[in-house]
Every structure is written in structure tokens, then in C-alpha cells.
Nanobody
């Protein structure tokens, strides 16, 4: 019923920038929190940044001052601007939508934790 599609990953040199985009599709009524997680090889998935529907952001300490999260509620989209990238930022980045209300027929239903397919970000030294 709800799908997340990401774009914008790639290969960049240390110090460079990338912008990730994620759009949620489906008969969406509202999304509470949208965000980005990442998972590096051999490591657990970690929250990079998220943002509430009201626009309040939250960041992983190691990306504060370098990454900026934003969202467009009219498009059900979330973005992650990543500047001053470091090799340790290399990971698969996943978009997440939490507490989603959507229409199923004429009924409003809710669900948690939708995930995108992931996009690879590689930062070379």
C-alpha cells in the first residue's frame, strides 16, 4: 500500500557532497516521522537523521553540522543533504517512514516502519 523510493547515492571523494531523496507513494493520509538510516558492512543499522511532520530534526552526533535533513509534506518526500563527506560515511542508506496513515478503500489504516530499498553511498579517501 505504501512504497518508499530512494535516489541520489553514488561515489564521491572525501570532502564532497551528495543529496539523497526519498518519496513515499500510495494513498497516504499522513506520515509522522521520516528519516534516514545507514548500514555499513559488518555493522548494525543506525539512525542518521529523522524529522517529524512538524519539521523537528534529529541527528546522529557524528553527522551534526555536516548533514541536513528536510522534508516536503505535500510530496511525502524527505531529503538528506550530505556535505563534507568522510570515508566512514560509506554505507547503504535506507529511507524510513514511521507511523503512516493511509487509505484502504474507504477506511483509514495505520502502520509502522516502512523502508526503502536502500541506496549505496561510497566515500573514497
Amino acid at each position: 500500500q505504501v512504497q518508499l523510493v530512494e535516489s541520489g547515492g553514488g561515489l564521491v571523494q572525501a570532502g564532497g557532497s551528495l543529496r539523497l531523496s526519498c518519496t513515499a507513494s500510495g494513498r497516504i493520509f499522513s506520515i509522522n516521522t521520516m528519516g534516514w538510516f545507514r548500514q555499513a558492512p559488518g555493522k548494525q543499522r543506525e539512525l542518521v537523521a529523522n524529522i517529524t511532520s512538524g519539521g523537528s530534526p534529529n541527528y546522529l552526533d557524528s553527522v551534526k553540522g555536516r548533514f541536513t535533513i528536510s522534508r516536503d509534506n505535500t510530496k511525502n518526500a524527505v531529503y538528506l543533504q550530505m556535505n563534507s563527506l568522510k570515508p566512514e560515511d560509506t554505507a547503504v542508506y535506507y529511507c524510513n517512514a514511521d507511523s503512516v496513515l493511509y487509505w484502504s478503500g474507504f477506511s483509514l489504516k495505520g502502520d509502522y516502519d516502512y523502508w526503502g530499498q536502500g541506496t549505496q553511498v561510497t566515500v573514497s579517501s
